[in-house]
Nanobody, 123 residues
Framework: VQLQASGGGLVQAGGSLRLSCAAS????????MGWFRQAPGMEREFVAA????????SYADSVKGRFTISRDNAKNTVYLQMNSLKPDDTAVYYC?????????????????WGQGTLVTVSS
């Protein structure tokens, strides 16, 4: 699976961004797609995940109620809608994929990674 992330940028606190992750190379029905982020000097952390087939989702507590993960089957694309952004959300965001029937939240469990896209939230 090849993953291509896009949509990062600079936004003021309280603003919104939508990240996209286009997937190619495989049928994704058995995959879990995840978004992770990594700030400078910090470990990569889980943000959100979605089961491609059934649509089940999982979120980190820090983003619940502000971020929404979704997928578009026709476009083979996963989205991360980010609202009410805070300076603490500043990080490089990565999309990832793994064959799984469970929603996984550890970056070590994911097999495929896209390049990161930088999100900067100014105060």
């Amino acid at each position: 699976v090849q993953l291509q992330a896009s949509g990062g940028g600079l936004v003021q606190a309280g603003g919104s961004l939508r990240l996209s992750c286009a997937a190619s190379g495989r049928t994704l029905m058995s995959y879990v797609m995840g978004w992770f982020r990594q700030a400078p000097g910090m470990e990569r952390e889980f943000v959100a995940a979605i089961q491609w087939g059934g649509g089940s989702t999982s979120y980190a507590d820090s983003v619940k109620g502000r971020f929404t993960i979704s997928r578009d089957n026709a476009k083979n694309t996963v989205y991360l809608q980010m609202n009410s952004l805070k300076p603490d959300d500043t990080a490089v965001y990565y999309c990832a994929a793994v064959v799984s029937f469970r929603l996984l939240t550890s970056h070590r469990e994911y097999d495929y990674w896209g390049q990161g896209t930088l999100v900067t939230v100014s105060s």
